[in-house]
DNA sequence: TAGAGACTAGACAGATCTGTCTGGTATCGT
DNA sequence: ACGATACCAGACAGATCTGTCTAGTCTCTA
């Protein structure tokens, strides 16, 4: 509340710009592909910043993930607000990931394909399965509120079509996948209520 | 089993050997985590054998990719065999991928997997591209014998499922997305002959 | 038996990557 | 004014990676 610089556009600070910096490159071309000099020279900053403040480029990596998590959990509930019909609130997730997939600089879930990139465990497998529980989680309560039989077993469900849908838009371009799997979790709904 | 059969124990050439374990060393921990020098120690060959075999890593990639898709396609085809009624045969896929995913080494889809490493274009995306649309027609000849009354968009709602299953089994295990997707398919499977 | 082709072993070059370290500059609270 | 903090610029070390090259071994065949 306090501060409120107005005029005085105030710079972002180190941190900052690496974190962006960094999501734009990783996600856009990988983990691996990008090296540390790629990141500092678009963010405009020091190498020892980037050091200092994050102390090795897998807890940059842990950061741009954990950034990725919030990002995806405010766009999504955001997303989500506009709907007021449980039913529609179900279906929402996959209108909010068809309008994300037809951004040009979209290349699907950042969780699995940093996984992809790596063996299993450390900060990528923390992250994406923190990350994972939560989706699941929301569909749980969101098949809750729609008045599903099995809220547990629905969501699964609708798991499965989100990453599907997210796959899909990744690999098939132009990204039809999402309108797709919109269509069954509709059909699939009903059967979930009956 | 017997020492009797000497000209049949013929040692793989030097090309089978690299094939075999670039193939094990790439799928098990990713593409470019994996280096040349792992695959000749475990191929047990000169690394000038592979260079005027291969010619350059990425090629070998491709090579490695081009037998993931053959593997894919014989084991799918075999698999749906022993299926009689087209019904069966649909959720047969399904079947396949579950008992695929229910290995300790499946690490999700060769190809998603090579791609999320780096940038597009190159020959991961060419043959990435060919294993989907095989797999995408494969769907759409299933469902015409199933008898569903738009094949081509019955077999999109597969190719979802069938990408969100192989996502679900590598991240979650243990893998229950192959069996989710199932009956997801199953109950899809009505609404589209109806 | 001689030679061609396939293969092995490993040194080497050149690039690139992560991470460290030195040293200098700007800003801010007190 | 002054010290603390945050930051910048870039050299450097050490590891690792792809790809090349030399030189020698084995096997089959004409």
Redesign the pocket.
């Known amino acids: 509340m306090s501060a409120a610089s107005p005029s005085t556009a105030r710079k972002p600070?180190?941190?900052e710009r690496l974190l962006t910096a960094a999501d734009e490159l990783f996600y856009a071309e990988g983990i691996h592909t990008v090296?540390?000099?790629r990141i500092i020279e678009r963010a405009?900053?020091?190498?020892?910043?980037l050091?200092s403040?994050f102390g090795?480029?897998?807890e940059l990596v842990r950061a741009y993930l954990e950034g990725r998590h919030g990002l995806r959990r405010g766009r999504l509930l955001k997303g989500l607000e506009r709907f007021e019909d449980p039913r529609e609130r179900v279906l929402g997730v996959f209108d909010v990931l068809d309008e994300l997939a037809g951004s040009p600089d979209f290349r699907g879930c950042p969780f699995y394909n940093a996984s992809a990139e790596g063996v299993p465990g450390g900060p990528v497998q923390e992250v994406s399965d923190s990350s994972r529980a939560w989706t699941r989680g929301l569909f749980v309560e969101l098949a809750r509120e729609a008045g599903a039989k099995d809220p547990a077993a629905f969501a699964a469900q609708m798991v499965v079509l989100y990453d599907g849908a997210s796959v899909g838009a990744r690999m098939d371009r132009p990204a039809m996948a999402p309108k797709v799997a919109r269509a069954m979790a509709e059909t699939l709904l009903d059967a979930a209520l009956a």
């Open positions: 600070s180190a941190r090296g540390i000099d405009g900053v020091a190498k020892a910043s050091y403040t090795s480029k897998d």
